[in-house]
């Protein structure tokens, strides 16, 4: 099993982008279509830990699911947002790509490579 996990969407060319360079790397990752799959709250949170990133800093606030919760006008504590999240993994931005106790969000896909090198 890899050390390296890519919460993917493989309808999402950027993170097609950075699958594609890690593969280049020479890296076969675990990939995670969190769409289908959504990690728990507990495994968000860890996510979220390893990027060094509050929940709300995660979501995709140009998501139509995120104006339908009315999300922008809300305060929600770090547990709620988590949860938001959770139920709504459309909310999460994409590519996470993970390797041991550092992550990033790979947008531009390019930032996937300050993990491999």
């Known amino acids: 099993m890899s050390d390296v996990v890519i919460y993917h969407n493989p309808r999402c060319s950027k993170s097609r982008q950075a699958l594609a360079l890690v593969e280049e790397?020479?890296?076969?990752?675990?990939?995670?279509?969190?769409?289908?799959?959504?990690?728990s709250a507990e495994e968000l949170d860890a996510i979220l830990k390893k990027l060094g990133m509050e929940p709300q800093q995660l979501m995709r606030t140009g998501e139509d699911r995120y104006k339908e919760l009315g999300l922008g006008a809300k305060t929600l504590s770090r547990e709620e947002a988590i949860a938001v999240m959770v139920a709504n993994p459309v909310l999460?931005?994409?590519?996470?790509?993970?390797?041991?106790?550092?992550?990033?969000?790979?947008?531009?896909?390019e930032r996937a490579q300050e993990l491999l090198g």
Request: net charge positive; proline share 18%.
């Open 25 to 39: 790397a020479g890296v076969t990752p675990s990939v995670v279509k969190y769409l289908d799959t959504p990690p």
């Open 92 to 109: 999460i931005e994409r590519p996470i790509v993970i390797k041991g106790d550092k992550a990033v969000v790979a947008r531009p896909p």
